[in-house]
């Protein structure tokens, strides 16, 4: 088996909460490969927001390590991170940039991985991801603010994976938005992933569209990983019955 693409090592995170240190993390570790498609599943406060925030940057976890390529990037800025690894989560303003056109938050994506240098230029529309997105094409020069949630929330998928991120981390990402918008945004972001062989972190408290999406499910309970399992184990209904009691 070929070396890890993520690796987290003995990860510790405790939050202060009214004078006491409650656990988030405990002692996680994990090891993802190229191509994973991980369906981060567990209740509420289980930790799974945490270990996302852990991988991008976000929060700073209080002991262990983060092994990206098999580079430590435990210390590394979320900023220096964005470059190998996009988050999408619920909230559909973050991502993108309101006061901006559509054409220049994609301009700005591509550049995420050229430092400060910003270079104003035309996209490459030819981007097999880009075409992905049929309605792109007319709406370049339209401000974000305008689009429709899920219009929005396609654009920052589309950000966040269009110059070939090692890994996306997808936090709840459409639970913003109503069904239709939201199954049409799940059936595109599968055909991406798989076309492009992403390695993806799926958390989600819908049990259908993480067992469709995931190939490979990790459960965590008060901070603790307490099964990892290929998704196959988990295509009966007796189960996912059990499945659905940790979420």
Do not use: C
Not at 123 to 128: C, G, Q, R, T, Y
Not at 173 to 188: G, H, M, N, P, Y
Request: proline share 2%; no cysteine.
């Amino acid at each position: 088996m070929s070396d890890p693409l993520l690796k987290l090592i003995d990860i510790n995170k405790k939050y202060n909460i009214t004078g006491f240190k409650i656990p988030a993390l405990d002692e996680v570790s994990l090891e993802i490969y190229q191509g994973d498609r991980i369906f981060l599943y567990g209740q509420n406060g289980s930790g799974k927001s945490s270990l996302i925030n852990v991988i991008n940057g976000l929060v700073k976890p209080d002991s262990g390590k983060i092994i990206l390529n098999g580079k430590n990037i435990t210390d590394q800025s979320s900023y220096r991170r964005a470059e190998k690894i996009a988050t999408i989560n619920q909230k559909i303003e973050k991502g993108t940039f309101s006061h901006l056109t559509v054409e220049e938050n994609i301009i700005l994506a591509k550049n995420r991985t050229r430092g400060r240098k910003f270079i104003r230029r035309k996209p490459a529309l030819s981007n097999k991801i880009v075409k992905s997105l049929p309605w792109l094409n007319n709406r370049l020069n339209q401000k974000v603010l305008s689009l429709s949630g899920g219009e929005r929330q396609g654009l920052a998928i589309l950000m966040g994976i269009i110059e070939n991120s090692e890994i996306l981390l997808l936090d709840e990402f459409t639970q913003a938005l109503d069904f239709r918008v939201s199954e049409a945004l799940i059936k595109l972001v599968h055909k991406i992933i798989i076309q492009n062989n992403m390695t993806t972190i799926i958390v989600t408290h819908n049990l259908e569209v993480g067992l469709r999406m995931g190939t490979r499910i990790i459960i965590q309970h008060s901070g603790k990983i307490i099964d990892d399992e290929p998704i196959t184990k988990y295509i009966n209904k007796n189960d996912v019955k059990r499945l659905a009691f940790y979420g």
